[in-house]
């Protein structure tokens, strides 16, 4: 069974400047996540969906950050103008369902994309 | 907020001994708890899941939960030098998905 898919691996921009990201989750799985990794900490949920629509956004800097996942399947992670402090890796995870507080919804990391904004 | 706290490390373990990780949270609303193991430059992967009090085995990994005193652990028994990562503690639980994880534990498997 192949992966979590994404890509890029690696970009470096100026700030100020716009990227994207793109995640192509496990087959099948409904329930997408982004979250982002600062060197030295552990991963930050920054969206959730569950087939196109959003579940959680709560945590996702809507005035730079946006996401959308048009068609169910693959997402993109857009950051526009980027800053400094936006240095991380984007992970992207996939689970088959939804989990319940009891059971289900275990998540699989794709590889990232570790961005570097100068 | 939701809060995970790890002891960030080093955790220094002899090759052969048991790994002691452990992990704490604020959320009397969480239910489910996550290991993930992240190598340097790479993505975390899942190590186990617990969702009872009690221990949970799964090969060399134990985990144990004790949602009373808001305490999560994982045990690494006969460490391997393979063994050497770090590793986060994840929390899910009161009506949401997403994880919330620590910053991660840094164990070094002595060979």
């Known amino acids: 069974e192949a992966g979590v898919a994404q890509s890029p691996r690696y970009k470096i921009i100026e700030k100020r400047q716009s990227v994207a990201f793109w995640c192509n989750p496990i087959?099948?799985?409904?329930?997408l996540y982004w979250y982002q990794q600062i060197l030295g900490q552990g991963p930050k949920l920054l969206i959730q969906?569950?087939?196109?629509?959003?579940?959680?956004d709560s945590q996702l800097p809507k005035d730079r950050f946006s996401a959308e996942r048009l068609k169910g399947v693959d997402s993109t992670l857009k950051i526009q103008p980027a800053k400094l402090e936006d240095s991380a890796v984007y992970l992207c995870?996939?689970?088959?369902?939804?989990?319940?507080?009891?059971?289900?919804?275990?998540?699989?990391f794709g590889p990232g994309t570790r961005l570097t904004v100068l | 907020q939701k809060e995970v706290e790890q002891n960030s490390g080093p955790l220094s373990v002899p090759e052969g001994a048991i790994a002691s990780l452990n992990c704490t949270y604020s959320?009397?609303?969480?239910?489910?708890f996550f290991w993930y193991r992240q190598y340097s430059g790479k993505s975390p992967e899942l190590i186990m899941f617990?969702?009872?009090?009690g221990d949970k085995e799964d090969g060399r990994f134990t985990a144990q939960l004790n949602k009373a005193s808001q305490y999560v652990s994982l045990l690494i028994r006969d460490s391997q030098p393979s063994d050497s990562a770090t590793y986060l503690c994840?929390?899910?639980?009161?009506?949401?998905?997403?994880?919330?994880f620590g910053k991660g534990t840094h164990l070094i498997i002595q060979p």
């Open positions: 994840a929390v899910r639980g009161g009506g949401a998905d997403g994880l919330t």
């Open positions: 087959s099948g799985h409904a329930t």
């Open positions: 969906f569950q087939n196109n629509g959003v579940v959680d």
């Open positions: 617990i969702y009872s009090n």
């Open positions: 995870a996939s689970s088959l369902v939804r989990g319940t507080d009891w059971s289900g919804g275990e998540q699989f």
């Open positions: 959320d009397r609303g969480s239910q489910s």
